[in-house]
């Protein structure tokens, strides 16, 4: 059936042959006729999570008439089961306490038709087999609500953390573009420079070589400017001071920066740092930045070695902190970590991170690397 689980039928379907069943074996009356309230109560509560208000009383109303069939009140054991279910329905189904009403009415279907008082001795079982399961729907409801507040929290915190990683990525991507294109400008500039040059040595067939020369210029002249009126839409105000750049030559000072700043830094380099293309030279920068950043702010006082080794066709950066508390910052989704590995990405590089054995916290970067020009 449409929007009905499983367990809907399958519950009130075991308690319906179970009626028969008990029904048979003690021999009251037809049993066609006599399965018929018990049958139409479980029939109803097959719907008890739809229409809990309407469907639990109305159970019990039918296991209540069984007493016009013949059937004596106190020998058929499963109609408690069914009233039982009926209630724990209006606990666990029921919002509010608006259920307390349906356990009014099944008060009223159980005692009102025998047209007499109830027996003392009688009050104290119909409360238990009535509240008992309704408190017990209750507890099961708010240990749901409990369940679904705090899925929908981790949701919550899910979503913003993807926001934030999103916009860490939005803006490390902004930062590489800037970079990228300050080298691009220094590059284009040179060209034009150099055309211009050109242009007065070129001797042979002077005309054609000064109209091509000509063209490089005008080329180079309208991409500085391109590149520039792109600048101006990506770059922060503060960001349009014309100082260099930092690289991997930079990195002694880097280090004794850190040092001053109370951080412990061993610094190994091993190759030569000139050299390298402009985009991986400022990233091996940034890179060690970021590690000495958050080795400083997590573990401040912990020894951090930081290793620079220039292979033929790779630079390879490590930093490593010998204890502290940086593992726990890098795994809860440090946006530093994120900017790094989307900065590593734009190179084709690979970037490891993670805990060591002594508490510590250690960085290994792989960024392609060849000799340039």
Known sequence: MRGLSRGDIVVPAVLAVAAAGELAALHIGPLVVTQVPTSAACLLLVWRRRWPMVVAPAAVLFIAAQEMLGIPRDEPSTPIAIIGLACYTLGRHVRDLRGLLGI???????????GE??????VPFVVVITLGPWMVGRIVLAHARSSDASAAEARRLE???GRAAREAVRAERARIARELHDVIAHSLSVMVVQ???AEDLLRADPQRAAQAIAEVQRAGRRALSETGRLLDLIRDD?????APRPGAGDLPALAEEFRLSGLPVDLDLDGRTEGLPPGVDLSVYRIVQEGLTNALKHARGARTQVRFRRLRDEVAIGVTNEGGSTA?????????????????SVFGGTLDAGPTTDG??????H????EDG
Not at 238 to 242: A, I
């Open 328 to 344: 726990p910052a890098w795994r809860s989704g440090g946006h530093g970590l994120i900017g790094l590995r989307e900065r590593v």
């Open 360 to 365: 510590g916290f250690t960085l290994q970067a």
């Open 367 to 370: 960024l392609p690397a060849a």
């Open 104 to 114: 009014a009415v099944i008060y009223a279907g159980i005692w009102v038709p025998s």
């Open 159 to 161: 979503d913003e953390q």
């Open 117 to 122: 008082l109830p027996n003392p001795s009688d």
């Open 195 to 197: 055309a211009g040059a």
């Open 238 to 242: 503060e960001e349009l001071g014309l």
